[in-house]
Each structure stands twice: as C-alpha cells, then as structure tokens.
C-alpha cells in the first residue's frame, strides 16, 4: 500500500485530493464525455464510508494501474495527488465541502457532473487557484493535511 495511504485513518470520512495537473491534458470520465483541463491545482471532493474507511479509498485512488470505476479514476491516471485533506468522521459532509470549495473567489467547475453522480451537486471537482489555498483549507475546518 503507498506509504501516504498508510497515514490515514482506517475510519470513515471525507477527503479532498489536491491534484496537480502540470500541462493541459483531456480527460474522459465515463459517460460524461471528454474535456480539456488546463494545468493548474484540482481538488476532487469525496467520501469514504466503507470497509477500510479513509485509508482503504484514499490508498485505492492513489494506486498505480487500478481500473477505472470513479470519475476520479481517470484524473489521477494522468495527474498526481500533491495532498491530501481528511478528516474522520460518520457525519456525510462531501457534498457541504464542495459548495464551500465552489464558493471560493476565482475556483472553477471544469466538468459538470464530475463525482456527483449520486447527489444533487454541480461536480465535485473544482480548479482552485494557488492563492486561495489557505482559505478553502479554513472553509473546510482545517481538516488534516498528509503529503506524500
């Protein structure tokens, strides 16, 4: 298992991988169809409230050569996790990160649909700008922070 996973708690929570994306690339999450992403900072919003909790999902999204079966999937086969936020708990707060995320000055939602196939959001992925990464931090109530 990568050395990062192992970091996280075995509970259940939610979590935000910071993806960076060096040079544009397209990107085809499933039946959504293709897109462009320019380079940039990404922030994928999910949750983990099965077996293994937080470290089995997180670990599962970091692993190289998985098949594709989230949205996500496809992302980090071509981009890298640079961290990641979680934070243990039972309490369903996903979709509440990503609005708060949106909600940020200049963040953008780059694939409408994106992880939020089974909610009523707009995505889950959102392109944050470098400089308002202290502040989505906050808005998300300092959840723990593990670099690889």
């Given at each position: 298992?990568?050395?990062?996973?192992?970091?996280?708690?075995?509970?259940?929570?939610?979590?935000?991988?910071?993806?960076g994306?060096?040079?544009?690339?397209?990107?085809?999450?499933?039946?959504l169809?293709?897109?462009?992403?320019?380079?940039?900072?990404?922030?994928?919003?999910?949750?983990?409230?099965g077996?293994?909790?937080?470290?089995?999902r997180v670990?599962?999204h970091l692993?190289?050569?998985?098949?594709?079966?989230?949205?996500?999937?496809?992302?980090?086969?071509?981009?890298?996790?640079?961290?990641?936020?979680?934070?243990?708990s039972?309490?369903?707060?996903?979709?509440?990160?990503a609005?708060?995320?949106?909600?940020?000055?200049?963040?953008?939602?780059?694939?409408?649909?994106?992880?939020?196939?089974?909610?009523?959001?707009?995505?889950?992925?959102?392109?944050?700008?470098?400089?308002?990464?202290?502040?989505?931090?906050l808005?998300l109530?300092?959840?723990?922070?593990?670099?690889p």
């Open positions: 298992m990568n050395t990062l996973a192992d970091t996280l708690p075995a509970e259940a929570g939610t979590y935000v991988l910071m993806i994306v060096g040079e544009p690339l397209r990107i085809v999450p499933g039946r169809g293709a897109f462009d992403l320019p380079a940039g900072l990404y922030a994928y919003v999910g949750s983990a409230h077996a293994g909790g937080l470290r089995a670990g599962r692993r190289a050569g998985k098949k594709v079966h989230w949205h996500v999937d496809a992302l980090t086969a071509l981009a890298q996790v640079v961290e990641v936020w979680a934070s243990a039972a309490e369903r707060v996903e979709c509440e990160w609005r708060a995320l949106a909600a940020l000055p200049g963040a953008e939602e780059p694939i409408p649909g994106f992880g939020a196939s089974d909610c009523a959001c707009p995505t889950h992925l959102l392109r944050l700008p470098p400089d308002r990464l202290g502040e989505a931090w808005a109530g300092q959840p723990a922070r593990y670099s």
